[in-house]
Structure formats: structure tokens, C-alpha cells
């Protein structure tokens, strides 16, 4: 039909519930402009052109009137300067081109911005909130979407709190890091843990928990998890001494079984290391097979690089260890701990084939703090962070076995690229506090893993308020 041609005088929008609003109409020839329209809500509303102000209507017609959206997918840290994509849409779907945006963060100690959406709708702020709450994005004087201020330290609920052995505990930390499904479960023993000591970063590679179990006899509770996982293989870490042959049998019955296993540990070292690979870089950490904190020190940071752990006698290389280093095509070591753990003769050997360094301190703290220190500055670092228990000799008890929580946790934060550290029962090692206090911007989530008797509840207390930010 031929369009509206003749004078007008004024225009008025009726909105579903029949409120009539008069507004100002110019043009001529079949174009005209309404004026200062603001259309509070969306929906359908009735546009009728009169002659004169409310006099005869001359052309009618429908205003759709759509809600404006926003797709927000992050969040603010507070003290946390942080890069947002937002893109803003009707609520059919169509961009909102060269649109007029405020990012209000008033509320979470930031300013107030104006941006302009771009031709596909988006636009990009960035932020430091200094408080929790929310920041709004504002359109036309309407709220469309809201970005929540996340702290920028969350304490996650401690893993193992009650549990009342190693086999428990490792039960506790498979259930919270892997679920049914997971094709692979590494087995160790219980009460020693020299085989295990390489095992984080084939744990890391496979994907698997690591379990525990008596020697001699399978736990029940070990093979009730490695069913209720789904596990379909199991890897023995450790010769029949330390996994007896009665337990690779009863097992062989319903999974495939592979047994890693030497003489010593620094052979099943060797095996695993086989199995793990070598990184881009072609680089080992090599730990005394009887200096345990130093070898799980590095466990997680290895696991997450793809390199192998091997282990050594303090004043001579064992052969397993020599063809490793040869068969991985190794060109740099990094030896864990100090002169009274890996001699300078064994330094010397070494670097007449490998570059070599040395990361070692006057204690098992220390060393951890010095490995902390080297890969921090060369690398992303890693979170979460998972504090437990550094008794993982058989000395550091009066009586019973050895903690397993810092080689479970271990496997348990590579899992999850996040780092393990160490802590006696009671207090804080300063080289420790040190580390987290400098840090602790890093940290955005920690959690405790193991017995309240282990690492006491007081101590968690003053991890928790030394790391937040």
C-alpha cells in the first residue's frame, strides 16, 4: 500500500495494560520522527499517528520493544586486575551495535565506566575490585547482567580430616580427585614408601589414584575403590616384598596387572621413569631413594613438567639409575637436597655428562622452600595449593608406620596443577612462611589433606589467615 503522506500532529503508545502516553511527531512525505521515546519494559505496544494533538487517527502500527542482555563468562577477584569480554544482545539474539555500555563497580571499590559495544555486540573493561559484591552493566539505564568479586583466596574443606590410616586416607583423596570411570589405579604398599617415590608423575600421566595396601594381604577397602572407580588396570609398584604375589593373583583375577619392580628403589625408580617419558627439555630430578620429603617435594612440579624422578645412593649412582639417564636421553639433572644426602662426588660424576644443579637446603623445609623458590621464578605457578604432613620417614614416628599424606597429596595436587607442601604437626617452618607470605598473591585456593593428629587444627587457623589476600 502507498505509504502515509498527509500532516500529522501527534503520536500516542498505548502499552498492554491500556496507559496511553502523547508524544511529538515531525516529518513529512511518509517519514517522520517520534521524539524522545523511552520504552520502560518490553512487549507490544500500540502506536497510533493523529492529526492534531489527540485528534483523528490518520495510521496505526506495533512497537516490539525487546530486553537487552548480556553474556558474561568469568568473574572479578577482588585486588585482582582483570580483563572482561561481555557481549551484550536482544533478547532474540542480535547484537547491540556501537551501543552505549557502563560497567558500575561502585559497589566492589571501583569507578564507573562508559564502553562502546563493538559491530558483533561485544566490548571489553578491565578491573581491580578492592571489595565483594557485584559490578552491574548497565544499559539505557537498566541492569543487564551482573559480574560477581570473588575472593582472592578461597580455604577449600580439608580432605581426610578423620581418616585413621594411610589405606583411608588414600581412599579419601581418590574419592575427592577421581571419579568412576578412571581407567588406571597405581598400588603401593603401606608402611614404606621408597617404590612409590617416582610414582607421581606416571600417577599424573595415567590419570590414576594412588592406593595403598598391606603387603601381604589386599585391604579390603583398597578393592572396594578400585571398583567402585571402574578401574580396569592396576599398576604394583614395588617387587613382591613390598606387594606380595598372592595379592598380584587375587587381583589378576579381574584386572590387568602390570608390576614396576627392582631390587631397590632407585631400580623401580627406573622403571617407572620408563614408562613416564622424558620433556621437551630433556631434564630429571634425581633424589637419594632414602631422602623421601626431597623426592615428594618436587613430585607434583615434576608430574605437571612430564619429567621423571630418579634416585640415587648418597655417594655412588646405582647402574639402574646410570642407564636410565642414558636410555631417557637425558641432558640436564637437578639433584633434591644437600651434600649429606647426594655427595659432591656424585655432583662431579655427573656433570662430566649432564648439566647439573643442585637444589638442596639444610632440611627437608628448606629444600622444599629452595624447590619452591626455583620453579616459581621460571614457570606459571601452580594452584591449588595443598598443605600436609612431612613425617614421611619411618624415624619421624615413635611407633607404627610412616605418613603417606604428602606422596597421596602429591598425586593428588599433580592431578589437579596444583603444588603439595610440606609441615610438621605443630608450626610453621620459616623458610615455609617465607614462601607463602611472598606468594600467597599466587594462592587462590589451598586446602589441608590429612589427619586432624597429623596437622593440627590450630595450625590450619594460621595457614588460612597468612594466606588470605
Same mark, same amino acid.
Given at each position: 500500500?502507498?505509504?502515509?503522506?498527509?500532516?500529522?500532529?501527534?503520536?500516542?503508545?498505548?502499552?498492554?495494560?491500556?496507559?496511553?502516553?502523547?508524544?511529538?511527531?515531525?516529518?513529512?512525505?511518509?517519514?517522520?520522527?517520534?521524539?524522545?521515546?523511552?520504552?520502560?519494559?518490553?512487549?507490544?505496544?500500540?502506536?497510533?499517528?493523529?492529526?492534531?494533538?489527540?485528534?483523528?487517527?490518520?495510521?496505526?502500527?506495533?512497537?516490539?520493544?525487546?530486553?537487552?542482555?548480556?553474556?558474561?563468562?568469568?568473574?572479578?577477584?577482588?585486588?585482582?586486575?582483570?580483563?572482561?569480554?561481555?557481549?551484550?544482545?536482544?533478547?532474540?539474539?542480535?547484537?547491540?551495535?556501537?551501543?552505549?555500555?557502563?560497567?558500575?563497580?561502585?559497589?566492589?571499590?571501583?569507578?564507573?565506566?562508559?564502553?562502546?559495544?563493538?559491530?558483533?555486540?561485544?566490548?571489553?573493561?578491565?578491573?581491580?575490585?578492592?571489595?565483594?559484591?557485584?559490578?552491574?552493566?548497565?544499559?539505557?539505564?537498566?541492569?543487564?547482567?551482573?559480574?560477581?568479586?570473588?575472593?582472592?583466596?578461597?580455604?577449600?574443606?580439608?580432605?581426610?580430616?578423620?581418616?585413621?590410616?594411610?589405606?583411608?586416607?588414600?581412599? @579419601? #583423596? &581418590?574419592? !575427592?580427585?577421581?571419579?568412576?570411570?578412571?581407567?588406571?589405579? *597405581? $598400588?603401593?604398599? =603401606?608402611?614404606?614408601?621408597?617404590?612409590?617415590?617416582?610414582?607421581?608423575?606416571l600417577s599424573k600421566k595415567l590419570n590414576a589414584p594412588i592406593l595403598?595396601?598391606?603387603?601381604?594381604?589386599?585391604?579390603?577397602r583398597t578393592l572396594a575403590e578400585i571398583r567402585t572407580l571402574g578401574?580396569?588396570?592396576?599398576?604394583?609398584?614395588?617387587?613382591?616384598?613390598?606387594?606380595?604375589?598372592?595379592?598380584?593373583?587375587?587381583?589378576?583375577?579381574?584386572?590387568?596387572?602390570?608390576?614396576?619392580?627392582?631390587?631397590?628403589?632407585?631400580?623401580?625408580?627406573?622403571?617407572?621413569?620408563?614408562?613416564?617419558?622424558?620433556?621437551?627439555?630433556?631434564?630429571?630430578?634425581?633424589?637419594?631413594?632414602?631422602?623421601?620429603?626431597? @623426592? #615428594? &617435594?618436587? !613430585?607434583?612440579?615434576?608430574?605437571?613438567?612430564?619429567?621423571? *624422578? $630418579?634416585?640415587? =645412593?648418597?655417594?655412588?649412582?646405582?647402574?639402574?639409575?646410570?642407564?636410565?639417564?642414558?636410555?631417557?636421553?637425558?641432558?640436564?639433572?637437578?639433584?633434591?637436597?644437600?651434600?649429606?644426602?647426594?655427595?659432591?662426588?656424585?655432583?662431579?660424576?655427573?656433570?662430566?655428562?649432564?648439566?647439573?644443579?643442585?637444589?638442596?637446603?639444610?632440611?627437608?623445609?628448606?629444600?622444599?622452600?629452595?624447590?619452591?623458590?626455583?620453579?616459581?621464578?621460571?614457570?606459571?605457578?601452580?594452584?591449588?595449593?595443598?598443605?600436609?604432613?612431612?613425617?614421611?620417614?619411618?624415624?619421624?614416628?615413635?611407633?607404627?608406620?610412616?605418613?603417606?599424606?604428602?606422596?597421596?597429596?602429591?598425586?593428588?595436587?599433580?592431578?589437579?596443577?596444583?603444588? &603439595?607442601?610440606?609441615?610438621?604437626?605443630?608450626?610453621?617452618?620459616?623458610?615455609?612462611?617465607?614462601?607463602?607470605?611472598?606468594?600467597?598473591?599466587?594462592?587462590?585456593?589451598?586446602?589441608?589433606?590429612?589427619?586432624?593428629?597429623?596437622?593440627?587444627?590450630?595450625?590450619?587457623?594460621?595457614?588460612?589467615?597468612?594466606?588470605?589476600?
Amino acid at each position: 500500500s502507498d505509504p502515509f503522506t498527509g500532516s500529522v500532529g501527534s503520536v500516542t503508545i498505548t502499552d498492554s495494560e491500556g496507559v496511553q502516553r502523547l508524544f511529538p511527531i515531525s516529518g513529512s512525505g511518509g517519514n517522520y520522527t517520534i521524539s524522545n521515546v523511552t520504552l520502560e519494559n518490553a512487549g507490544d505496544y500500540q502506536l497510533v499517528i493523529r492529526q492534531g494533538a489527540m485528534g483523528t487517527a490518520l495510521a496505526a502500527g506495533t512497537i516490539t520493544v525487546l530486553n537487552a542482555k548480556s553474556i558474561i563468562t568469568d568473574s572479578l577477584v577482588m585486588n585482582t586486575n582483570k580483563t572482561i569480554n561481555i557481549k551484550v544482545m536482544d533478547s532474540a539474539g542480535n547484537p547491540l551495535v556501537r551501543k552505549s555500555i557502563t560497567v558500575d563497580g561502585t559497589a566492589v571499590g571501583a569507578a564507573d565506566s562508559t564502553y562502546t559495544t563493538l559491530s558483533d555486540g561485544t566490548f571489553t573493561f578491565t578491573m581491580t575490585p578492592t571489595a565483594l559484591g557485584t559490578a552491574n552493566i548497565i544499559y539505557a539505564g537498566h541492569v543487564i547482567g551482573t559480574i560477581p568479586v570473588l575472593p582472592a583466596y578461597t580455604q577449600n574443606a580439608r580432605i581426610g580430616g578423620t581418616t585413621e590410616d594411610n589405606v583411608s586416607l588414600a581412599i @579419601a #583423596i &581418590a574419592q !575427592s580427585g577421581w571419579t568412576m570411570g578412571t581407567p588406571y589405579v *597405581i $598400588l603401593s604398599r =603401606d608402611d614404606q614408601f621408597s617404590d612409590a617415590l617416582a610414582a607421581v608423575p606416571l600417577s599424573k600421566k595415567l590419570n590414576a589414584p594412588i592406593l595403598m595396601t598391606d603387603s601381604a594381604k589386599l585391604d579390603d577397602r583398597t578393592l572396594a575403590e578400585i571398583r567402585t572407580l571402574g578401574a580396569k588396570n592396576i599398576y604394583l609398584v614395588g617387587g613382591t616384598v613390598a606387594i606380595s604375589q598372592g595379592i598380584q593373583d587375587s587381583l589378576s583375577n579381574e584386572f590387568t596387572v602390570t608390576r614396576l619392580a627392582g631390587q631397590q628403589g632407585y631400580d623401580t625408580a627406573a622403571l617407572i621413569s620408563s614408562n613416564v617419558g622424558i620433556d621437551p627439555t630433556h631434564t630429571v630430578y634425581l633424589a637419594n631413594s632414602h631422602a623421601i620429603p626431597d @623426592a #615428594i &617435594a618436587i !613430585s607434583s612440579f615434576a608430574a605437571e613438567q612430564g619429567i621423571p *624422578i $630418579l634416585l640415587t =645412593d648418597r655417594d655412588q649412582l646405582p647402574a639402574s639409575t646410570i642407564q636410565a639417564l642414558i636410555d631417557l636421553g637425558v641432558n640436564n639433572v637437578v639433584l633434591l637436597g644437600g651434600t649429606a644426602v647426594i655427595s659432591t662426588s656424585v655432583e662431579n660424576d655427573l656433570s662430566s655428562n649432564y648439566s647439573v644443579k643442585r637444589w638442596g637446603g639444610y632440611d627437608r623445609y628448606d629444600t622444599q622452600n629452595i624447590i619452591f623458590q626455583n620453579l616459581f621464578s621460571i614457570q606459571t605457578p601452580q594452584s591449588p595449593l595443598y598443605l600436609t604432613s612431612g613425617l614421611v620417614r619411618q624415624d619421624d614416628v615413635s611407633s607404627g608406620k610412616p605418613y603417606a599424606d604428602a606422596l597421596l597429596t602429591a598425586a593428588l595436587a599433580a592431578k589437579n596443577g596444583g603444588f &603439595a607442601a610440606m609441615l610438621p604437626k605443630s608450626y610453621i617452618p620459616l623458610s615455609l612462611r617465607y614462601f607463602l607470605l611472598y606468594n600467597k598473591g599466587y594462592i587462590s585456593k589451598a586446602a589441608v589433606v590429612g589427619n586432624n593428629n597429623v596437622v593440627s587444627k590450630d595450625l590450619v587457623q594460621q595457614l588460612q589467615q597468612m594466606l588470605i589476600h
